[in-house]
């Protein structure tokens, strides 16, 4: 699996939304125009650019904007622009803040709201535009749309967002639930530094990662940045931090929304959640009713490959994104009566049975919230240990033990970099350590098939004032090979609330609920389900000290003695949502 994810990113990040290489049009005889560095003045009268990408006849058409900080001039917004231009739209590729050829500074997430509004009016206003405008982009380009859409842009008429962030102390792109970024995100604010993006080869990563402080890493990498600097000081939710929300706003979005991600997108958490939330909380009844979500079985780079590592999904998991996007936009845009609200809200690729379903609701109401429940002899330690996993509660059992070193902290599978973090790796190197609690099921004699939220709640003590808890799900293939499917992770001070740290009593036994993401994955008979402990999931995660001490500030480092318990009073468990319907549908 450790193979050109940076590569995947670079070809991501510069061809979303495009179809062929064809160097004028994709529809015969029809040919566009483009202006390039066309300056738009913002509220303040700093002006960014943009290249507009329009059909060559005269005429008033819908406009589809992407702003973004990775330089509008690369391949992919050149090719996006000519297949949306040869579609009667204007295609308008513009350069963030202080990024490109824009004016001002860049400051990451800071701006985006305002700066969103007033391109999204600008664009209404041209002469070449018929006032409807749509958005498109994907990672930090789908974030932006929504710090935009909170802000009510009057001719906002839809979005298109694709693995996108969640807000603060959800994923790691911004804080995690650590409270601090993961440090490979370090790298992120090296890429997008300054004007243009920089060389990802000058820095060794690798070695980075384990810098302390985290405070420090942007020195320590040559490349000194206050906004970095920043994330790691406020390592718990306040008002500082309410510039980068938008999910605590879904009421103030109007529009129709498109939600695109991946299985293995590391920022997959957002999608479901703002699919749910849009579908719960948008502005009327009509908005609500209007969202739609596609899941592949991608990474962040989504519609990518049919295979990551030693996974392959098959012959159906690359479809016609392309087309897929031209439906929704001629729908919202054009008013072009094609099906598209006809078709079910949510299509999800299951994999291990490499096909695609539907769902008409997320969570998915054909599947059924099921407590697995961890058991063992006290000695779960590593894969040849005694822990199991069935669906019965546990009775009389001793709790499992091992010790938790920040200086050799169990690894979570991933190169270096933020391009991507995680895949379907095999995790059997990992659980071979003492460090690492493993469960496993008895071998299904039937498919068992999970389609939704993931969640583990596990009682657990520590000699420590604060330490981690992990959690993994993990497919195991009758030949051994330990698929990850998803993971998450609980910071003990964290453990009543991102804005209430507090440390917790060496030796005292608390309830931690992990929030383990989402999957689409069928058991396949011969399969066993499998869940790992730990305290670690290093670099995707930061490592916890176990001091107690401020986050991201220190150095100093101890081990903790962890204690897990699974018995009737403390019944550790993680909740799989099953698919209890046919494939085909999970209504």
Sequence with gaps: MLTSRFTWFAIFMFTTSVGSLAQTDATPGNTIRIE???????????????????????????????????????????????????HD????????????????VFRPFRDEGLDGYDAIEWCSRQSWSSGKVGTIGASYVG???????????????????????????????????????SPTTASWYHYIAGHVLQNMNA?????????????TMDET??????????????????????????QNKYAKVRVPVFHISGW???????????????????????????????????????????????????????????????????????????????????????????????????PPPGTEPTKYYLHGGGKANTLNGDGTLSTSAPAREPADHYIYDPANPAPFLTEPSFAQLGGPDDYRPVERRSDVL?????????????????????????????????????DVWPNGFAQRLNDGLARARFREGMDKPSPIEPGNIYRYEINMWHTCQA?????????????????????????????????????????????????????????????????
């Design 89 to 104: 739209y204007v295609y308008v590729a513009m350069d963030d803040r202080g990024r490109g050829d824009s004016d001002g």
């Design 264 to 362: 293995y997108d590391d920022a997959l958490l957002a999608t479901p959640m703002n699919f749910a939330g849009m579908r719960g909380q948008g502005a009327t009844e009509e908005i609500r009713n209007s969202q739609k979500m596609l899941i592949g079985p991608w990474p962040h780079a989504i519609n990518s490959t049919s295979h990551i590592g030693a996974v392959e999904f098959g012959s159906t998991a690359i479809i016609d994104l392309e087309g897929t996007q031209l439906r929704w936009f001629d729908y919202w845009l054009k008013g072009i009566a094609n099906g598209v609200m006809s078709e079910p809200p949510a299509r999800l690729f299951l994999m291990g049975k490499n096909e695609w379903t539907t769902a008409t609701d997320w």
């Design 36 to 86: 390039f560095n066309v300056r738009v003045p913002m509220r303040d009268k700093v002006t960014l650019s943009a290249d507009v990408y329009r059909p060559a006849k005269e005429g008033r058409f819908p406009v589809i904007l992407t702003r973004t900080p990775y330089n509008k001039n690369g391949a992919g917004p050149l090719r996006a622009g000519r297949y949306f231009a040869s």
């Design 143 to 181: 974030y932006n749309q929504w710090l935009a859409a909170v802000q009510q842009p009057p001719h906002l008429t839809t979005m298109i967002v694709m693995v996108t962030m969640t807000d603060p102390f959800a994923d790691m792109n911004i804080s995690s639930p650590g409270g601090l970024p």
């Design 523 to 587: 058991f396949l008979p011969g399969h066993r389900i499998r869940v790992e402990i730990a305290s670690s999931a290093f670099p995707k995660f930061d490592r916890n000290l176990n001091t107690g001490e401020e986050l991201g500030r220190t150095t100093k480092m101890i081990t903790a003695q962890q204690t897990l318990y699974h018995d009737a009073e403390h019944s550790s468990f993680v909740e799989l949502p099953v698919l209890k319907g046919t494939a085909g549908s999970i209504r």
């Design 203 to 215: 820095v060794d990563w690798g070695q980075l990662n384990w810098h302390l402080p985290l405070y």
């Design 438 to 474: 493993v469960f496993t099921s008895e071998e299904l004699k039937t498919e068992t098939s999970v389609c939704g939220p993931l969640r583990a709640e596990v009682y657990a003590a520590s000699s420590a004032t604060d330490t981690d808890f992990t959690a993994m799900l993990i």
């Design 221 to 246: 990498a040559g490349r000194p940045n206050q906004y970095w600097k920043d994330l790691v000081a406020h390592s718990k939710l306040d008002e500082w931090w309410e510039p980068f929300r938008y």
